[in-house]
């Protein structure tokens, strides 16, 4: 009880605001889940890859066979949906993204993102972004009806 005590009064009393930094050295990064937490457990791996839709590029599968097909043409609808919603040019929503690729390519393992030319990367990042959007703005078991989706809910 007595170190417990004497950590609050350390946290209170530091003239930094206390012993958590605040500004960070290093900047966090959207990356691939580490082998070494696969690795002891193949069905863990499950929690981690895709089953119908992949947002950003690290997942990201265009061939014809990938199970992910159906997710990209659905995102492509949803991201269609939101821009004629927005009232704005895709190509604005375009300049926008592209204008802040490099700020974007910090955001990941450069090793992971290196394949990735920047206009590709902007569109990619255009159409998840804005079916995100649109899923988020609109009522999920109303208006997903339109693109003949079941929204199947799951509480945690």
Not at 29 to 52: A, C, G, M
Request: glycine fraction near 4%.
């Amino acid at each position: 009880m007595e170190q417990l005590t004497q950590m609050e009064n350390r946290l209170k009393s530091s003239e930094d605001g206390g012993c958590f930094p605040t500004e960070t050295t290093t900047k966090p990064l959207t990356q691939r889940v580490t082998h070494i937490l696969l690795r002891d457990n193949e069905d863990f791996q499950w929690y981690f890859k895709p089953i119908s839709v992949a947002l950003g590029p690290l997942h990201h599968d265009h061939s014809p066979d990938s199970k992910l097909q159906r997710g990209e043409k659905s995102k492509l609808q949803m991201a269609e949906k939101f821009i004629k919603y927005s009232g704005k040019k895709k190509e604005d929503f375009y300049k926008e993204v592209k204008g802040n690729i490099n700020s974007l390519r910090e955001c990941y393992d450069s090793k992971e993102i290196k394949p990735w030319c920047d206009e590709c990367l902007a569109w990619l990042f255009l159409v998840d972004d804005c079916a995100v959007l649109f899923f988020v703005y609109h009522d999920a078991t109303e208006n997903l009806k339109e693109l003949g989706w079941t929204v199947i809910c799951w509480h945690i």
